[in-house]
């Protein structure tokens, strides 16, 4: 017989995964179809599209600390949140108000500083609860990837029926809606001291976190990058703006069985051989994409993202974790996602750009390809310390 505190813990676990599913929809609402617009009805170059994109990573790097500290300071976390949701859907709509270059990129950086809170504040909510509740993190972040491969589809069809402008006013309607809901979650916080210069000092001495952070670097920065350029190498390819949701689909839908079944695939292979693998597999879709198959074959590849991103991410994570000093363990983590998420994704991001309006959009995938493959002898190279260390 369920007390009636367990009845809340399982409705507040029901809101966070309401919510994480609304906030990664809105994301995929967006974002996969954002360098079609600033290309195809902004009239930007390859280059401008480039910078524009990449300014995003770069002021969450920097931005991010700045929200934990409001958040802290105030003890007031869920307002934050319910605020920067609404923000950056409003902030997002005045991209369909300006004309020029400079215009774009001040509503890109203005839309940058608000959304760089939204993930980390509703993570600091979620972990909360997860320590309270006894429940598995992963199994509510999860439905953020099923949000996101949802939206994708949707998105493509309403954008082919009423014009690719939809995608903002879509953005924009359903983060303010899961601001309402996230105003209801509760008003807790988890704090974690982190003194990034000491841990920073202690981390890099040691050479298998040097390594993995470079193996991110190479090999999750060109995965982010194609969330963002994907669209226009299928539009090249043949595919409608439906299609392209659909590829999405693939891609993003296929990430959450694998994120649900990697914890067997470590058990059973090891982390390292795990990371090896899923890093092989993105290496072969970037090489595929090079020689520019038909869709078909476009579309078929896409669920390769499932290896390499549902793998990739818990095994390389929970490496950083036991890798690190359990004192330093959250500067490891901090590292770790600003070399993937953060560096790794503008660098891409940005020379993607450069590359598109100079020699072409399939010509990307020989960087994402090399940088791969770049990234797959770093951790080779784990796998030869690792053997060094056990022995």
Request: aromatic fraction near 16%; glycine fraction near 8%.
């Given at each position: 017989?369920?007390?009636?505190?367990?009845?809340?813990?399982?409705?507040?676990?029901?809101?966070?995964?309401?919510?994480?599913?609304?906030?990664?929809f809105?994301?995929?609402?967006?974002?996969?179809?954002?360098?079609?617009?600033?290309?195809?009805?902004?009239?930007?170059?390859?280059?401008?599209?480039?910078?524009?994109?990449?300014l995003s990573?770069?002021?969450?790097?920097?931005?991010?600390?700045?929200?934990?500290?409001v958040?802290?300071?105030?003890?007031?976390?869920?307002?934050?949140?319910?605020?920067t949701?609404?923000?950056?859907?409003?902030?997002?709509?005045?991209?369909?108000?300006?004309?020029?270059?400079?215009l774009?990129?001040i509503?890109?950086?203005?839309?940058?500083?608000?959304?760089?809170?939204?993930?980390?504040?509703s993570?600091?909510?979620?972990?909360?609860y997860?320590?309270?509740?006894?429940?598995?993190?992963?199994?509510?972040?999860?439905?953020?990837?099923?949000?996101?491969s949802?939206?994708?589809?949707?998105?493509?069809?309403f954008?082919?029926q009423?014009?690719?402008?939809?995608?903002?006013?879509?953005?924009?309607?359903?983060?303010?809606?899961?601001?309402?809901?996230?105003?209801?979650?509760?008003?807790?916080?988890?704090?974690m001291?982190?003194?990034?210069?000491?841990?920073?000092?202690?981390?890099?001495k040691m050479?298998?976190?040097?390594l993995?952070?470079?193996?991110?670097?190479?090999?999750?920065g060109?995965?982010?990058?194609?969330?963002?350029?994907?669209?226009?190498?299928?539009?090249?390819?043949g595919?409608?703006?439906?299609?392209?949701?659909?590829?999405?689909?693939?891609a993003?839908?296929?990430?959450?069985?694998?994120?649900?079944?990697a914890?067997n695939?470590?058990?059973?292979?090891?982390?390292v051989?795990?990371?090896l693998?899923?890093s092989?597999v993105?290496?072969?879709?970037?090489?595929?994409?090079?020689?520019?198959?038909p869709?078909?074959?476009?579309?078929v590849?896409?669920?390769?993202?499932g290896?390499?991103?549902?793998?990739?991410?818990?095994?390389?994570?929970?490496?950083?974790?036991?890798?690190?000093?359990q004192?330093?363990?959250?500067?490891?983590?901090?590292?770790?996602?600003?070399?993937?998420?953060?560096?790794?994704?503008?660098?891409?991001?940005?020379?993607?750009?450069?590359?598109i309006?100079?020699l072409?959009?399939?010509s990307?995938?020989?960087?994402?390809?090399f940088?791969?493959?770049?990234?797959?002898?770093?951790?080779?190279?784990?796998?030869?310390?690792?053997?060094?260390?056990?022995?």
């Amino acid at each position: 017989m369920y007390s009636l505190s367990m009845m809340k813990l399982e409705r507040t676990g029901l809101q966070f995964r309401l919510v994480y599913f609304f906030i990664f929809f809105s994301f995929g609402s967006l974002f996969p179809l954002l360098s079609v617009f600033l290309r195809n009805d902004a009239g930007l170059s390859g280059t401008q599209i480039g910078t524009i994109i990449s300014l995003s990573p770069v002021v969450m790097i920097f931005i991010q600390p700045f929200w934990g500290i409001v958040s802290d300071a105030t003890q007031r976390p869920r307002f934050v949140l319910t605020l920067t949701l609404c923000l950056t859907g409003l902030t997002a709509l005045l991209y369909l108000l300006v004309d020029t270059y400079f215009l774009f990129i001040i509503v890109a950086l203005l839309s940058a500083f608000f959304q760089s809170a939204i993930v980390p504040v509703s993570d600091s909510l979620s972990l909360s609860y997860v320590q309270r509740s006894g429940e598995n993190y992963g199994s509510i972040r999860l439905y953020g990837a099923l949000g996101f491969s949802a939206a994708v589809l949707v998105a493509g069809w309403f954008a082919d029926q009423f014009g690719i402008h939809v995608i903002f006013y879509l953005f924009a309607f359903i983060l303010i809606f899961v601001s309402l809901l996230s105003f209801r979650l509760p008003e807790e916080s988890q704090q974690m001291k982190i003194n990034m210069r000491e841990g920073s000092r202690t981390l890099l001495k040691m050479p298998r976190f040097i390594l993995i952070i470079a193996a991110t670097f190479c090999v999750f920065g060109p995965v982010l990058a194609n969330n963002f350029y994907f669209g226009i190498y299928l539009e090249e390819t043949g595919a409608t703006l439906t299609g392209i949701g659909v590829a999405f689909l693939l891609a993003a839908g296929s990430e959450a069985p694998f994120m649900k079944v990697a914890h067997n695939f470590i058990g059973r292979l090891g982390l390292v051989n795990v990371l090896l693998f899923a890093s092989i597999v993105s290496a072969f879709r970037w090489g595929i994409y090079i020689f520019e198959p038909p869709l078909f074959i476009v579309y078929v590849t896409t669920i390769m993202q499932g290896i390499s991103v549902g793998l990739y991410v818990p095994a390389a994570l929970q490496y950083v974790r036991e890798l690190a000093p359990q004192e330093v363990r959250s500067t490891a983590v901090s590292l770790y996602s600003a070399a993937g998420n953060g560096f790794g994704n503008w660098f891409c991001a940005f020379s993607a750009g450069f590359i598109i309006e100079f020699l072409g959009v399939s010509s990307l995938y020989i960087l994402f390809a090399f940088l791969t493959v770049l990234g797959t002898c770093f951790i080779i190279m784990i796998y030869r310390l690792d053997k060094v260390v056990i022995k």
